[in-house]
């Protein structure tokens, strides 16, 4: 499925946040083909800086938990809930689950390792419609 010509220009954008580069590289790959048009970033404080000219574009913050810097996944989910309510927020680690009081209410956890069918499953339960790319709206 993926992104065609014809509507890689209006596609929604996510924001994909690993200090991997492997796993970055295959966040990105899933959600582009999901039919996000990706962003990518190293640490929490690049995503950041990245949303604080750009997130009127972003419907999607997807980021480990679990990177260099002051900004950990946790940080970064209430960090774009205070300042960007609108965009959704899933978080993602295969060494820490959040405890209470971690995250705010409103992002969703995964654990790794994550494959395509269990992020695209599980974007197309939590994201409302209007935020989906056209492939999620139609996933089965």
């Not at 899933?90 to 069918?117: C, Y």
Request: charged share 30%; with cysteine.
């Amino acid at each position: 499925m993926g992104l065609t010509l014809m509507d890689v220009s209006t596609a929604p954008y996510a924001l994909v946040v690993d200090d991997d580069p492997l796993i970055l590289m295959d966040a990105r790959d899933i959600l582009e083909e999901a039919g996000f048009r990706c962003h990518d970033r190293d640490t929490g404080a690049e995503a950041i800086e990245l949303l604080e000219t750009h997130a009127e574009g972003v419907v999607l913050v997807f980021s480990d938990v679990e990177m260099p810097g002051d900004v950990d996944g946790f940080a970064l989910a209430r960090h774009v809930c205070e300042h960007w309510p609108w965009i959704e927020i899933v978080i993602a680690s295969g060494r820490i689950k959040p405890q209470p009081g971690d995250m705010p209410d409103k992002p969703t956890f995964i654990g790794k390792p994550f494959n395509q069918r269990f992020v695209h499953d599980h974007l197309s339960e939590k994201l409302p419609e209007e935020k989906k790319p056209e492939p999620l709206k139609h996933a089965v």
